[in-house]
C-alpha cells in the first residue's frame, strides 16, 4: 500500500509553453500533498503544500502565479509550470501524507517528473 | 536554525562489504528521523523510521541507529550490493505531523564489482 505515482515521468517543452504534472495517491486518500523540485546533486526543496478543497500554501521565494497547484480531491494534485523557462528545468517529485498503521504521520513520495525546457 | 547534515557526501565500497552513513541534526523539536534511498531519476524510497524512543531499527540489511542525546543517526548496510547504488536521504520531522520535515543533502553511494 501507499503507493504514488506521477505523470508523466519525463516531458520536454519548448520555452514559453505550459506544462502539468499529475500526482495521485493510488490506494490511500490524502488531505495533503505536497511538491518538491529537486536541482542535480541537490536535496529536494518543497515548493507548496497542497490541501484537498483549498488553495495551496507556497514556500518563500516560490511564485504561486508561475507554480500552479490544483487539488482537486484526496488522489489527485496537478502542478501547472506557466510559461515555463530554461531555469525551471528541474526533477520534480510530490508526495502524500497518510496515518501508517502505527498512528505517524508519514509522506509517502511519487517517482519524479524530470521536467526539460528548451 | 533547524539543519540536517549528512556525511560522507560520497562513498565508494566494493560489492560485499559493508558501510555506515552518518547524519547528524539541530531540528527541535523533534518528532522523528527517517532514512530515504533515492535511485537516480527516482523519487525517494522509505526505508527506516524512527521516533525519539526508538534506538535502533532493521529493515533487511538495512540497520538505523538514533541517538536522540547527541542528535545523531546512522544508516548500516552490510553485505553491500551492487543494487544499493543511490542517494540516502536523512530526513527529520520537528512536528508530529507531516508537513514540517527537514532533508538532509544525501550521501551518494556507489557499490563497485
Known amino acids: 500500500g501507499a503507493v504514488v505515482s506521477q505523470h508523466p515521468s519525463r516531458v520536454i517543452c519548448k520555452s514559453g509553453t505550459s506544462v502539468k504534472i499529475e500526482c495521485r495517491s493510488l490506494?490511500?486518500?490524502?488531505?495533503?500533498m505536497f511538491w518538491y523540485r529537486q536541482f542535480p546533486k541537490q536535496s529536494l526543496m518543497l515548493m507548496a503544500t497542497?490541501?484537498?478543497?483549498?488553495?495551496?500554501?507556497?514556500e518563500q521565494g516560490v511564485e504561486k502565479d508561475k507554480f500552479l497547484i490544483n487539488h482537486a480531491s484526496l488522489t489527485l494534485s496537478t502542478l501547472t509550470v506557466t510559461s515555463a523557462h530554461p531555469e525551471d528545468s528541474s526533477f520534480y517529485i510530490c508526495?502524500?501524507?497518510?496515518?501508517?498503521?502505527?498512528?505517524?504521520?508519514?509522506?509517502?513520495f511519487g517517482p519524479g517528473t524530470r521536467l526539460t525546457v528548451l | 536554525k533547524n539543519q540536517v547534515e549528512q556525511s560522507p557526501q560520497s562513498l565508494i565500497i566494493l560489492e560485499g562489504k559493508n558501510c555506515t552513513l552518518q547524519?547528524?541534526?539541530?531540528?527541535?523539536?523533534?518528532?522523528?528521523l527517517r532514512w530515504y534511498k533515492q535511485d537516480t531519476g527516482r523519487g525517494p524510497v522509505s526505508l527506516t523510521i524512527?521516533?525519539?524512543?526508538?534506538n535502533t531499527k532493521s529493515n533487511g540489511r538495512y540497520t538505523a541507529t538514533l541517538d536522540a542525546d547527541t542528535k545523531q543517526s546512522s544508516l548500516h548496510i552490510t553485505a553491500s550490493q551492487l543494487s544499493d547504488s543511490a542517494s540516502y536521504i536523512c530526513?527529520?520531522?520537528?512536528?508530529?505531523?507531516?508537513?514540517?520535515?527537514?532533508f538532509g543533502t544525501g550521501t551518494r553511494l556507489t557499490v563497485i564489482p
Open positions: 508526495s502524500a501524507a497518510r496515518v501508517t498503521s502505527g498512528g505517524a504521520n508519514e509522506q509517502f
Open positions: 524512527m521516533t525519539f524512543s526508538e
Open positions: 497542497s490541501n484537498e478543497g483549498s488553495k495551496a500554501t507556497y
Open positions: 530526513v527529520v520531522s520537528a512536528r508530529a505531523g507531516a508537513n514540517n520535515l527537514f
Open positions: 490506494d490511500f486518500q490524502a488531505t495533503t
Open positions: 547524519c547528524n541534526y539541530t531540528v527541535s523539536p523533534f518528532s522523528n
